[in-house]
């Protein structure tokens, strides 16, 4: 068991936020516009059990890592929970120009001089504070303009919830992300990026959408809602086994997944303050797709960088790997059943082992393979009989399979009885050769012997 890391969260206050939320005219206008955002502010942040997840991340493979399984945050589930799609373009990167003026006014539904008027700059960034934000918000209620008050509440969420960075202050960050209608990728980005900085460091404050990471993992933990008697986060965790766990959601069931980007082996991410790749290849349970393998090749696409710090370009390569986007569909990635072969969930004990788990482990790991659960039923009869015709064209194709292999091991040991009855008649010519060489030996011996004799009898000086 390793020490454990002296994490905090950044919690934004969320009241005033509500308050807004509440004023909304129409939240299914809202809904249309902006997503999820108000169920995002809904959320209270349980910081423990935030703080306890945090302790199990894995910097080596960016996923979180238990005693036998992993979970891994993904584009598609934060992209459900947000209810905004993930679009086929280059994500916020930090190369764009700042928008314009008008550009900004046009969106929040305010007049272009007073944009100009309002921009500030606080920490070497620019933006809007929350104050003028929440005047404007104000106003618009007053005035029952529900498009304008709609997308000044938006903007707000955005710079305090989503994409927090400065206290009372949304930057221009914020604001090209809202206005990119894209944040998906960011947001993955900045909690993944934040929480591996914070792993490398051993402590500090971890900045990103923290009801978004809450949602996220709370989706994966048993129902009815997982509160054993008064646990703490760390025994509740460690008392679950990959059986406990809510692989699949059926409302979570996107038609592809992007499985990597350009060159990478895996999915590169530009947050608001670097970049960070992850592992979709970690992630097919939670899609309902079965883990076949040990994927030991990803530690060579492990990468992270500070934009500051971006000697090697990084961020550059990142963004061209974007304008390859690679997507799986069921046709690849087989069929439905999350199960996990015995070789990948033994790959993941002896990486927890060696990572070192934080917490003592409140059960036993019995067996390298935890409980299976079925195949996912069909949802159609139309899908049932499709898969028995497909279930019974495997077997056949088996069983000619077999029949093949069965044909070339009878081939083979045929092949190896001539093999071995050759050998043994070579081993017997060996033989026979060995003891002609020894009798011809034994009498150019005798031969030898005799004239040695002879010579002997001539060179004796009283032969006379």
């Given amino acids: 068991m390793r020490y454990l890391r002296q994490y905090s969260f950044r919690k934004p206050d969320l009241s005033s936020l509500r308050k807004l939320g509440r004023k909304v005219i129409c939240s299914d206008h809202f809904y249309k516009h902006h997503g999820n955002l108000l169920g995002v502010v809904r959320t209270d942040v349980d910081e423990g059990l935030l703080c306890t997840l945090a302790q199990f991340y894995d910097p080596i493979y960016h996923c979180f890592t238990f005693p036998d399984y992993q979970l891994v945050p993904t584009l598609e589930e934060y992209?459900?929970?947000?209810?905004?799609?993930?679009?086929?373009?280059?994500p916020f990167d930090g190369l764009e120009k700042n928008p314009k003026y008008s550009t900004i006014a046009a969106a929040l539904?305010?007049?272009?001089?007073?944009?100009?008027?309002?921009?500030?700059?606080?920490?070497?960034?620019?933006?809007?504070?929350?104050?003028?934000?929440?005047?404007?918000?104000?106003?618009?209620?007053?005035?029952?303009?529900?498009?304008?008050f709609d997308s000044i509440l938006a903007l707000l969420i955005y710079g305090l919830v989503l994409?927090?960075?400065?206290?009372?202050?949304?930057?221009?960050?914020?604001?090209?992300?809202?206005?990119?209608?894209?944040?998906?990728?960011?947001?993955?980005?900045?909690?993944?990026?934040?929480i591996h900085d914070r792993t490398d460091k051993g402590r500090g404050l971890i900045i990103c959408c923290t009801p978004l990471l809450q949602t996220w993992f709370t989706s994966h933990l048993p129902r009815p809602e997982f509160r054993p008697e008064k646990l703490s986060w760390s025994k509740r965790i460690m008392t679950l086994t990959p059986a406990n766990i809510v692989w699949f959601n059926p409302i979570i069931d996107p038609e592809v997944i992007i499985d990597?980007?350009?060159?990478?082996?895996?999915?590169?991410?530009?947050?608001?303050?670097?970049?960070?790749?992850?592992?979709?290849?970690l992630a097919r349970r939670q899609f309902g797709y079965p883990m076949k393998m040990s994927p030991l090749y990803l530690f060579l696409d492990s990468e992270f960088f500070f934009y500051r710090k971006d000697g090697a370009d990084k961020k550059a390569q990142f963004v061209k790997a974007w304008h390859s986007i690679?997507?799986?569909d069921q046709n690849q990635l087989g069929?439905?059943?999350?199960?996990?072969?015995?070789?990948?969930?033994?790959?993941?004990?002896?990486?927890?082992n060696k990572l070192q788990m934080?917490?003592?482990?409140?059960?036993?790991?019995?067996?390298?393979?935890?409980?299976?659960?079925?195949?996912?039923?069909?949802?159609?009869?139309?899908?049932?009989?499709?898969?028995?015709?497909?279930?019974?064209?495997?077997?056949?194709?088996?069983?000619?399979?077999?029949?093949?292999?069965?044909?070339?091991?009878d081939a083979l040991k045929g092949l190896l009885e001539q093999k071995a009855w050759e050998l043994r008649k070579k081993e017997q010519k060996i033989i026979e050769l060995v003891n002609v060489i020894r009798e011809k030996d034994a009498i150019l011996d005798q031969i030898l012997g005799g004239k040695k004799r002879r010579m002997d009898r001539f060179d004796d000086p009283h032969s006379d």
């Avoid at 927090?164 to 960011?186: C, M």
């Avoid at 069929?335 to 002896?350: D, F, G, H, L």
């Fill in 335 to 352: 069929r439905k059943s999350n199960t996990a072969q015995e070789s990948y969930v033994q790959w993941v004990i002896n990486r927890a």
């Fill in 260 to 281: 990597r980007c350009g060159e990478f082996n895996n999915v590169p991410l530009l947050g608001t303050r670097g970049g960070i790749n992850y592992n979709p290849a």
């Fill in 326 to 328: 690679i997507k799986m």
């Fill in 109 to 148: 539904h305010l007049e272009t001089a007073e944009v100009q008027a309002n921009l500030t700059t606080k920490g070497k960034l620019l933006g809007l504070s929350t104050n003028f934000l929440y005047e404007k918000a104000a106003l618009f209620d007053e005035m029952r303009s529900a498009d304008a």
């Fill in 358 to 409: 934080p917490y003592p482990l409140q059960r036993s790991v019995t067996s390298t393979t935890p409980t299976i659960p079925s195949p996912l039923p069909p949802k159609t009869l139309e899908e049932s009989q499709e898969r028995e015709a497909t279930l019974i064209s495997e077997n056949a194709a088996w069983q000619g399979q077999y029949r093949e292999v069965v044909c070339e091991n």
């Fill in 79 to 90: 992209s459900h929970w947000i209810d905004l799609p993930v679009l086929n373009k280059v």
């Fill in 163 to 194: 994409f927090p960075n400065l206290d009372n202050f949304v930057d221009i960050n914020a604001i090209h992300i809202f206005l990119s209608k894209n944040p998906v990728p960011t947001l993955l980005a900045d909690t993944y990026f934040s």
